[in-house]
């Protein structure tokens, strides 16, 4: 019979003896005196029988050892310990036992936070108020308290914003972050919306600004999210990521919302806008979608309009710091959207988006789907009539095209004037929205069609759309 002692525990102090045997052969023991290291140490004890057969025992022993704890802070805080204090507590100049786990928690001053927990050597422990420490010889322990970032530079308070793959939007990988809610203690909650759902999430940003909360879907992958909050900037950075099989990243970037009744917004006001069409309507939808958008002094954007095929979207949402609308509609039974930043520092709403629809035929025409990129364009709309004065215009409308002179009337109705087609023309603007309908009769038509849209007075023109067997055809005056 053969019998090792070996120690496991710790690592880096090994041993292994071959005790020896004491007793008759009947009634015996194996016995060796073995070296301990400061706190724990655990030894397996190895019996291999002539048989080659091999029975482990595994004993642990903790050699108490003291050695005396110093704490320290720089700026404005205080260190605490916390339970359990059977070996006694992780206060300055304590005594504790080397080897042994203890507790501590840093209590920044009011207007202060914690950067770090670090050694005596500077070597960063955590930045995490709460430690959880291992005893070691002469252990020095700093926490390093500075001015909340956060607090300095206004940084809480509501963000929102968009996350989507920079080589191409997706659905699967394409969404919102709204009302991310930062409080002064860094501690955040936010709203998800991702493949048409809403996840919430919690987390808190540490002394530097990064926090990584996790999205955990029921029969899909865990998304993980690497957020940074920039204060100085008052944004937040990161990304959006789905691991394998269903791999992809989405970059994120959202932007604080500042507007209230304290800090009103300038410049309020009422716009209309237009979504442009990609080609002549063959493959997607040759008309102009529309809308119709209301700030107000809270910040807050009120979006309703209709695309052109028909969907109608629509969207209330607040007004970035740095007046971008961060748009995003779920479409289609969340198996589409339309997506992107839409800025109003010119005076007026204008951006790239993304419109997806995706193939099927649950909605009429267009069954093979589609992905237009497109940029968006709109007015600042002011009631007046006529609500729009083009002089002498001319109004495309239909597939194939045709074109009428025009004019506008002062009580807002559109007049044909001659030279044109003999088909026939009327509509109206609304002096109150700046929504346009026109009907005509298309040639050879047995019976009229309507096509409908929205002025833009800084173009002195108006876009929109008809539809004629499910196909999207254009409405422009000019």
């Not at 050694?119 to 995490?128: A, I, K, M, Q, R």
């Not at 493949?195 to 029921?218: C, E, L, M, T």
């Not at 691991?243 to 604080?256: C, E, F, M, N």
């Not at 800090?263 to 529309?290: C, E």
Request: charged share 10%; net charge neutral; glycine share 10%.
């Amino acid at each position: 019979v053969d019998v090792a002692v070996v120690r496991t525990f710790p690592a880096s102090a090994p041993l292994t003896v071959h005790p020896t045997l004491v007793g008759s052969p009947t009634l015996c023991y194996w016995t060796n005196l073995v070296s301990l290291v400061p706190g724990t140490n655990v030894f397996d004890a190895i019996v291999t029988d002539a048989a080659g057969v091999t029975a482990t025992n595994t004993v642990a022993v903790f050699l108490r050892t003291p050695s005396v704890l110093h704490v320290t802070t720089t700026g404005y805080g205080t260190a605490a310990p916390l339970p359990p204090s059977q070996f006694g507590v992780a206060t300055n100049n304590a005594t504790l036992d080397i080897g042994r786990n203890y507790r501590i928690v840093a209590k920044p001053a009011r207007g202060n936070t914690l950067s770090n927990w670090v050694d005596g050597t500077g070597t960063e422990l955590s930045t995490s108020a709460t430690l959880i420490f291992r005893m070691q010889n002469n252990l020095q322990l700093t926490a390093n308290f500075v001015t909340n970032p956060i607090v300095a530079n206004n940084a809480s308070g509501v963000y929102n914003g968009l996350f989507y793959e920079t080589n191409e939007v997706r659905v699967k990988s394409a969404g919102a972050i709204y009302n991310l809610i930062v409080r002064t203690d860094s501690v955040f909650s936010a709203t998800v919306k991702l493949d048409g759902r809403n996840y919430v999430i919690f987390g808190q940003f540490d002394s530097h600004g990064d926090a990584s909360p996790n999205i955990r879907r029921i029969g899909k992958t865990t998304i993980a999210l690497k957020l940074h909050l920039d204060w100085n900037a008052k944004q937040i950075t990161g990304t959006v990521t789905s691991p394998t099989p269903d791999a992809w990243t989405s970059v994120l970037l959202a932007d604080k919302a500042p507007f209230s009744a304290g800090n009103r917004m300038p410049n309020a006001g009422r716009y209309t806008l237009t979504v442009p069409p990609v080609n002549d309507g063959s493959d997607s939808p040759g008309g102009y979608g529309f809308g119709f958008v209301t700030t107000t002094s809270l910040g807050t954007i009120s979006f309703n309009g209709s695309l052109a095929d028909g969907t109608a979207v629509s969207q209330i949402v607040p007004m970035s710091q740095q007046g971008y609308w961060p748009l995003f509609i779920p479409l289609y039974g969340n198996r589409g959207l339309i997506s992107g930043w839409v800025s109003f520092s010119n005076g007026s709403p204008s951006g790239n988006v993304s419109w997806i629809r995706p193939a099927g035929n649950f909605v009429p025409g267009y069954t093979g789907g589609f992905t237009n990129d497109t940029t968006i364009f709109g007015s600042p709309f002011m009631v007046t009539t006529p609500s729009l004065n083009p002089g002498d215009g001319s109004m495309d409308i239909g597939s194939p095209t045709l074109t009428f002179p025009y004019a506008v009337s002062n009580n807002n109705a559109i007049v044909e004037l001659s030279g044109g087609p003999t088909n026939y023309l009327s509509g109206s603007i609304s002096a109150g929205s700046g929504a346009v309908t026109v009907t005509y009769r298309p040639t050879g038509a047995a019976a009229n069609q309507t096509a409908r849209g929205a002025i833009l007075q800084w173009n002195g023109a108006a876009f929109g759309y008809g539809l004629s067997n499910n196909v999207s055809y254009p409405l422009h005056m000019h």
